[in-house]
T-cell receptor
């Protein structure tokens, strides 16, 4: 089946640093989504991308839908302690009837 | 606060028990989902309901039985579960199952099977 490669698996950064993570796929997706999950909670939608080349920001977060439709990245600028959590990318292939393919997640730790 | 509400937050059940997980959304979404998430893993799709009809069953064992009584409610009935079924069960909803309808998740039910 389709798989997403998400990297890095984990990151340990200093408060104030910028963060970048990405997802790649062997097949084309029509939608890319980025979620953040805190312990004991469900994933929260951060950014949704619907068109190849689309660049979207949400506060300090910026994500892009790759031009080949097989990749996406998420950048976080000037990280703060509450950015700690697990970030998941998720893609929807065409005709997926709502089925999301998730990456394995990037665990972000921020040192104050 | 999430707009998808799941109850209970925690559930402990024995292997012979019957229990139900409940999910509710009032966003007018017509697609609802059950996902299972094991520790340190991404969510895995179990079921998709579209306009109150089951449209995807990802080969889930029959001890899990979904039900969609109306467009706002989604239940997951549990019977004769195994300890390996212990996980976080997430409900999600979206406007439709089309590609421009992102999923919104609830906070899950943490299930422990003893």
């Amino acid at each position: 089946g389709q798989q997403l490669n998400q990297s890095p698996q984990s990151m340990f950064i200093q408060e104030g640093e910028d963060v970048s993570m990405n997802c790649t796929s062997s097949s084309i997706f029509n939608t890319w989504l980025w979620y953040k999950q805190d312990p004991g909670e469900g994933p929260v939608l951060l950014i949704a991308l619907y068109k190849a080349g689309e660049l979207t920001s949400n506060g300090r977060l910026t994500a892009q839908f790759g031009i080949t439709r097989k990749d996406s990245f998420l950048n976080i600028s000037a990280s703060i302690p509450s950015d700690v959590g697990i970030y998941f990318c998720a893609g929807q292939p065409g005709g997926s009837q709502g089925n999301l393919i998730f990456g394995k997640g990037t665990k972000l730790s921020v040192k104050p | 606060d999430t707009e998808v509400t799941q109850t209970p937050k925690h559930l402990v059940m024995g292997m012979t028990n019957k229990k139900s997980l409940k999910c509710e959304q009032h966003m007018g979404h017509r697609a609802m989902y059950w996902y299972k998430q094991k520790a340190k893993k991404p969510p895995e799709l179990m079921f998709v309901y579209s306009y109150e009809k089951l449209s995807i069953n990802e080969s889930v064992p029959s001890r899990f039985s979904p039900e969609c009584p109306n467009s706002s409610l989604l239940n997951l009935h549990l019977h004769a579960l195994q300890p390996e079924d212990s996980a976080l069960y997430l409900c999600a909803s979206s406007q439709t199952t089309s590609n421009n309808s992102p999923l919104h998740f609830g906070n899950g039910t943490r299930l422990t099977v003893t």
